[in-house]
Each structure stands twice: as C-alpha cells, then as structure tokens.
C-alpha cells in the first residue's frame, strides 16, 4: 500500500507543474524531457547507491529474453504515447480539470485487464469503476460556457489509456528490478520523443526550464515508476490501477495551490463520487479456493511469504532472488490478483 501512496503522490503533483512548463516547452519536447529526467534521476540514485552500500542495496532479477518485449510495449504506450497525449491535452484543458481527470487512468486500467488479461472483478469493484466514470462524466462539463469540453479531455483520455495499457503490459516484468526498467524506458522514451521534437522542428529555448522539466521527471516518472512497479507485483494491474486513485486528488489540490484554477460546481459531485469509489474499492474482499498451475520463474522474494516455502542449498529468510519452481496445488485464502494468481474465476 505505501509503494503505491508514494507512487500517487508523486506522479500527482506533475500535471499541474506539467501545465506550467508547458507554456514555455513545446508538448512533444517536454515529454522527452520528462522522460530523459528520469533516466537522469534513476542513473543518479543508482550510482549514489554503488558508492555508499559498495554494491546494490538488495538482491534483484533483471530483465531477459521476452522481458524487453513487454518492455518495448509498456516503452511506446507509456512512455511515449500517453504523456505526449496528456501534455497536448494539458494545453486545451485547466490544470484542475486534468487533474482530476485522471482517475481514469484506473479504470481504463481495470477494464483492459478484466477484458484483455483475464484478472477478475467484484460487484464492489465494478460499482466503484462506475463510480469513477460519472465523475469523469462530470469533469468534462463546463458550467461557464454551458458545453462540454471534448478536445482537451478526449487527448486525457487517450493517454490514460496508454498508460492504462502500460501498467498491465508492466505487471508482466513487475518482479524484475524496477530501477533496470524505469531507467531503460526513461532513456529510449526520452530519445525517442526529443527526437520527434528536433524533426518536426520544434522550437526550444535552452533555458532553466529544461533544468526544471529535468527535475520533475527523475521525480514524478522515475521514482514514482519505480515505486509503481513494486506495487504491481502485490497488488496486480486492477487494484493499482485503482488505489493511484489518489494521485488526481493531489493533483486537484497542487493545481488549485499553484494555479488557482476552479472547476466550479461540477467538482461537487464529481469528488463526491469518486471518494465512493474509493471507499466500494477499499471494502472489497477476495478468498476462494483456486488452483495454481506449475510454475518457473525469477524474482525478489522470501520464504515467509505463502507460495515461497519451498526449501533449497543455501535458503536464507532474507529476501533473494533465484529461479524456483513452484509445484502445482491448490488452496483458499485472501489474495489480489498479483504475480501468483493470474487464474480464471467462475462467473
């Protein structure tokens, strides 16, 4: 739960930060400079973390063979796709508005891993995705001009979804190291979009504003992708997907600090609905019996934990990471749908 508190917070505050450099820094450019950040940021912790612990600070399972091609996925719809989208967006719609907007970004999550990856789904659960919807619904409507807004918020859209592809793409690689991947997917995302940006000619002031768009990418893409990975492991794609609910909360509350940007009556209901959301998510519960298909694979655990009491040379109660086997069976108890339980349910 706290690998994804931070992982919201974080990310949260760059939308508004996002609108702000956007004035200044054309979209594409600063999409690949907010990437390429957090290929700095990572490098940077990475390097900090050889020199003082003389070596890396835990073991960790790094990415081979098909890894890099969930890679080069979750690399276009998320890294490149989605924040160029958002940042076109950010343009057209008020910072509050973004904000708050993306809490789609969970429910886009949900619905393409229930639809297309086969993760299950409570009542509770659809009723908080439906919840979150009408808010959205809500945040699209501008009481001044008596309209909705659609060009802004349909860009939003869009690369919420991207990066709703992105985190279950992701979910897949989820137990290797998370730092190999944000920094692989902040340096080619940040290459590849500063070079779009240099092809279609756009222009750039190489002023401090690069300097801060630099900053808020090792922090709000990098860290945070980091600290998001590490969620998905426990939690799956749909509950994280989910609990980064909070980041358009702390997002609506830097947008109105920095830019006092107001919604009007529209954001009423809109938060009204999405803090039952939240709540219908939180309450929901998940124990049955099921079973657990063979199973080979590497990853960081311990042998505390349920599925990894198996014994072998060496066994330590220290997380490590190693390939196991893990037999088949079958058993009850409360569970997400996490690196270990990607088995169908009965309707």
Same mark, same amino acid.
């Given at each position: ?9 974080? =990310? ?12 200044? /820094? !054309?979209?594409? @450019? ?57 940042? =076109? ?17 969970? /429910?886009?999550?949900? @619905? ?19 919840? @979150?919807? @009408? ?102 794609? =749909? ?36 803090? /039952? ?41 220290? !997380? ?28």
């Amino acid at each position: 739960m706290l690998y994804i508190l931070v992982s919201a917070s974080l =990310f949260g505050a760059s939308p508004p930060l996002a609108k702000m450099l956007v004035r200044e /820094v !054309p979209p594409v @450019v600063l999409a690949g400079l907010l990437y390429f950040g957090a290929f700095l940021g990572l490098s940077a912790y990475s390097f900090g973390e050889m020199i003082l612990l003389k070596g890396p600070g835990e073991k960790r399972a790094f990415l081979e063979g098909r890894d890099y091609l969930w890679l080069a996925g979750t690399i276009l719809s998320g890294g490149i796709i989605a924040p160029i989208n958002l940042l =076109f967006g950010l343009e057209r719609v008020s910072g509050f508005a973004a904000s708050l907007l993306l809490n789609l970004e969970g /429910v886009l999550t949900a @619905v393409i891993a229930v639809f297309l990856f086969g993760e299950s789904a409570g009542k509770r659960l659809w009723l908080a995705l439906a919840c @979150v919807t @009408v808010a959205g619904l809500f945040l699209m409507w501008e009481p001044v001009q008596g309209k909705f807004n659609l060009t802004g918020p349909l860009l939003i859209v869009i690369a919420m979804a991207a990066w709703g592809m992105d985190n279950n793409l992701t979910r897949h690689i989820s137990g290797k190291d998370p730092v190999q991947i944000a920094r692989i997917k902040g340096l080619v995302s940040g290459i590849v979009s500063l070079g779009l940006g240099f092809l279609f000619g756009m222009r750039i002031d190489w002023d401090a504003h690069i300097i801060y768009a630099l900053l808020l990418g090792s922090f709000s893409y990098g860290i945070s992708l980091v600290f998001f990975i590490k969620a998905l492991e426990g939690f799956g794609s =749909f509950r994280t997907g989910l609990f980064f609910g909070f980041a358009p909360f702390i997002s609506a509350v830097t947008s109105l600090i920095l830019l006092r940007e107001w919604l009007g009556w529209v954001m009423f209901p809109a938060t009204g609905l999405m803090a /039952v959301g939240l709540w219908l998510m939180i309450e929901e519960r998940h124990s049955h019996l099921h079973v657990h298909e063979e199973m080979t694979h590497t990853h960081l655990h311990d042998h505390e934990e349920i599925h990894h009491r198996h014994k072998h040379a060496g066994t330590t109660q220290e !997380p490590h990471v190693h390939k196991h086997m893990h037999p088949g069976g079958s058993h009850a108890h409360a569970h997400w749908p996490d690196t270990h339980h990607r088995h169908e349910h009965e309707p």
